[in-house]
């Protein structure tokens, strides 16, 4: 069993940036974030694998966020930049330490999950 914690959410304004760690208790393969917004799915935002090759974006954050891990922490970050109102959800880390068929894109693939934090954009 992997623990996942989350830091870094916050209250900023729109155009401020924002950096989320989340640090898992062992090892994993692929790590990621989703978010999710009142009344909304969860929905993807990025994800990185252990050895880095492979990365992840959803369209709607590529060219402002930017998925990094420290593998020797086992953490992951989500660093934010340009942040917009429409980007205020619960963001939510996730893990998979096996082999999955499943893209990193599907929440299904990850079967470690954290406890979420709160990231507020005022306009």
């Known amino acids: 069993q992997v623990q996942l914690v989350e830091s870094g959410g916050g209250l900023v304004q729109a155009g401020d940036s924002l950096r989320l760690s989340c640090a898992a208790s062992?090892?994993?393969?692929?790590m990621g974030w989703f978010r999710q917004a009142p009344g909304k799915e969860r929905e993807f935002v990025a994800a990185?694998?252990?050895?880095?090759?492979?990365?992840y974006y959803a369209d709607s954050v590529k060219g402002r966020f930017t998925i990094s891990r420290d593998n020797a922490k086992n953490t992951v970050y989500l660093q934010m930049n340009s942040l917009a109102p429409e980007d205020t959800a619960v963001y939510y880390c996730?893990?998979?330490?096996?082999?999955?068929?499943?893209?990193?894109?599907?929440?299904?693939?990850?079967?470690?999950w954290g406890q979420g934090t709160q990231v507020t954009v005022s306009s």
């Open positions: 996730a893990a998979n330490a096996r082999y999955s068929m499943l893209l990193p894109t599907q929440p299904l693939r990850y079967d470690y």
């Open positions: 062992g090892r994993t393969d692929i």
């Open positions: 990185r694998g252990w050895s880095g090759g492979a990365i």
